[in-house]
């Protein structure tokens, strides 16, 4: 029987090598313990920030250390480096998938609510109510599984309400700031 209190999984898309691989995410309870679903296989994962990129991560039992740093040559993604391999990574959340799918004329429009991808802790505000935003600009940072990512503007307009603060604790789905 399903609990009534079972978390939804986060959906990401992952890309590598020029294969998309889906990722669903969810807490497992403990603090840093996640259930992952890769392309249908479950693991669970327990993640521990070290220090300059590094994680320290139990897979099923088995440990890795894994180092993420961002592509200089194409900020939107990542490199991943794992037992002397270094692999080349995106990762999409709902909300690029969604821009991905509309395809390239997609463009946003009216009042836009930016949501928490996954729950964390807001690190930083960017921008204050009122403030003119960039499309793609950034305009909050959140940590997540001890990992600042920064979320941006999914659309040029002006920053309208912020719901959070920093040093707020959020769940996936909180609403954290709207566009207009």
Do not use: C
């Not at 889906?22 to 327990?46: I, M, W, Y």
């Amino acid at each position: 029987m399903a609990s009534a209190d079972k978390k939804q999984p986060t959906r990401y898309l992952a890309l590598h090598a020029g294969e998309e691989h889906e990722l669903l995410l969810v807490e497992n309870g403990a603090e840093a313990s996640h259930r992952v679903t890769l392309d249908g296989k479950e693991h669970v994962v327990d993640a521990i920030f070290l220090e300059g990129g590094t994680w320290s991560l139990l897979v099923d039992g088995k440990s890795y250390e894994v180092d993420l740093h961002a592509d200089e040559a194409h900020p939107e993604k990542m490199v991943v480096s794992v037992r002397g391999h270094r692999f080349p990574l995106e990762v999409l959340d709902e909300r690029r998938l969604r821009m991905r799918a509309a395809g390239g004329g997609f463009e946003v429009e009216g009042r836009v609510e930016l949501k928490a991808p996954m729950p964390g802790k807001v690190v930083k505000l960017l921008k204050a109510v009122g403030d003119e935003v960039a499309e793609g600009e950034g305009v909050i940072v959140v940590e997540a599984m001890k990992m600042e990512n920064e979320l941006k503007a999914p659309k040029a307009g002006t920053l309208s309400e912020i719901r959070v603060e920093t040093g707020d604790t959020v769940d996936g789905g909180t609403l954290l700031l709207v566009i207009e």
